[in-house]
């Protein structure tokens, strides 16, 4: 079965630190890009990181900017998203994406969703 599964996700503070993590099964990652993408609620969906197969970075948000970095992992066939000096506006569902090779700026582009998983980030 393919699928994406993020995990790291909780409660931190204002100015603390979190790192999601995005593993795949049934796949393998290596010729694929990922998008890490974000929901607030009552917000649409939005994009935050995305990595491509090469490894070159896009950046999606400019609010996380200099805070959160993406990196992969072929051998855990696993993606990274580090986040530092969270701030409350950075509380939401945060959702990993797959999709074949590069990044798009198109949501509609991705294949593969994980279920996402929660941050919250205190004041």
């Known amino acids: 079965q393919v699928q994406l599964v993020e995990s790291g996700g909780g409660l931190a503070q204002a100015g603390g630190s979190l790192r999601l993590s995005c593993a795949a099964s049934?796949?393998?990652?290596?010729?694929?890009?990922i998008g890490w993408f974000r929901q607030a609620p009552g917000k649409e969906r939005e994009g935050v990181l995305c990595?491509?197969?090469?490894?070159?970075?896009?950046n999606y948000a400019d609010s996380v900017k200099g805070r959160f970095t993406i990196s992969r992992d072929n051998a855990e066939n696993t993606v990274y998203l580090q986040m530092n000096s969270l701030k409350p506006e950075d509380t939401a569902i945060y959702y990993c994406?797959?999709?074949?090779?590069?990044?798009?700026?198109?949501?509609?582009?991705?294949?593969?969703w994980g279920q996402g998983t929660q941050v919250t980030v205190s004041s």
């Open positions: 994406a797959a999709r074949s090779l590069y990044c798009s700026d198109s949501v509609s582009r991705f294949d593969t």
């Open positions: 049934g796949f393998r990652l290596d010729y694929y890009a």
């Open positions: 990595i491509s197969y090469t490894s070159r970075s896009t």
